[in-house]
C-alpha cells in the first residue's frame, strides 16, 4: 500500500479494524480495511490532497490484468493447486488468506511460485506460513483421485477442490470477510461455475480468475507453496510404500517405474492417476517383463 509505505516512520499503534495509523504534521491518519482512510487534526486539507487525485482515479479502475487496481495489497483469500500434470501423487489444492497486515511478512519469506523453488525451499517456507495464515488443503490421494475420476472429468474434480477449499477457509475467519478472492485460473470463470452447477454452496461474490494468479497476489502464492508441501509430504508416503522413488511429471521414466510396480504385483490405482495414458503404456512395457 502507497500511503502505509509513506507513513511507515509515523505510525503508531492502530485501532482495531484498522489497518495502521499514523501521526506527522498534527495530523492522525487511519486506514480501514474497506480502503477508506481519515485524516484528523490541524492541516488535514494539506495531507490530503496528496491522495485524493489517486483515490478518485482508483475506485473500479481495473489493472491491465483485469484485477482492481490496488488488489496486490487487498486482504486477498487466493486459491491454487499442483500435481494435475503428474501422473504419480494426488491432486492437490490448498486455499490461502492473506490479510494486509500480513503482506509484508509473507514477502519477507521471499515467496514466490512454488514451481520455481527448490523442495528444501518450499518445506521451509510452508512450515512458517502455516503457523500465522488461515488455510485449508483439499488433498485427493491417488485411490480417492481414481474413485472421484468415474464421477467427473479433471477440470470438474479441480473446480470442486477449489470450492471446498475457499468455503472452508471462508468459514474459518468469519465473521471477517477477504476483501477479494482470487483463484489460480485453469478454466474460463463461466466453465467453472458450470462444473459446480448442483453443489449446495457456490463461493462467487467478489471472486476473480487469473492466469498465473501468484503473480497477482501473494495469497496465492502462498496457496501454490503450502500445496506443493502438502504433495510432497503425500509423494515421500506413497515413495515408501512403493519402495521405489516415484518420478513426477508424466514422461518416460514414469513409463518405466510404473511398469515395474506392475511387475512387482503392485496396484497402480494406489500411487497414480490411472486415467492418464501412461497406465497403458506401463502395461505394455510391464509385459516384457514376463
Known sequence: MTCKK?????????????????????????????????????????????????????????????????????????SDEVGTGSYFGPLTVAAVYVDAAHLDRVRQLGIQDSKKLTDPEIIRMAKQLLTFLPYHVVNLMPVKYNQLMKQYNQGQLKALCHNLALQTVIQKISPTKPDGI???????????????????????????????????????????????????????????????????GAGNAVDQIAAKLLHEGKSLDQFAKTHFANTQKAIKIAKRYD
Request: no cysteine.
Open 6 to 78: 509513506t507513513y511507515a516512520p509515523f505510525t503508531v499503534a492502530a485501532p482495531s479494524g484498522a489497518i495502521f495509523r499514523a501521526k506527522k504534521n498534527g495530523v492522525t491518519i487511519t486506514a480501514y480495511r474497506s480502503g477508506k482512510v481519515m485524516f484528523q487534526g490541524n492541516n488535514t486539507t494539506v495531507e490530503s490532497k496528496q491522495w485524493q487525485a489517486n483515490a478518485t482515479k482508483k475506485v473500479g479502475a481495473p489493472t491491465p490484468t483485469g484485477l482492481p487496481q490496488g488488489f496486490a495489497n487487498w486482504s486477498v483469500l487466493g
Open 182 to 248: 482470487l483463484i489460480d485460473q485453469f478454466v474460463a470463470p463461466a466453465t467453472y461455475y458450470h462444473y459446480l452447477k448442483g453443489q449446495s454452496k457456490i463461493i462467487s461474490e467478489n471472486v476473480y480468475f487469473q492466469i498465473k494468479g501468484e503473480q497477482a497476489h501473494l495469497a496465492v502464492a502462498a496457496a501454490s507453496i503450502i500445496a506443493r508441501y502438502i504433495s510432497l509430504l503425500a509423494m515421500d508416503q506413497l515413495t515408501e510404500q512403493a519402495k521405489l522413488t516415484l518420478p513426477i
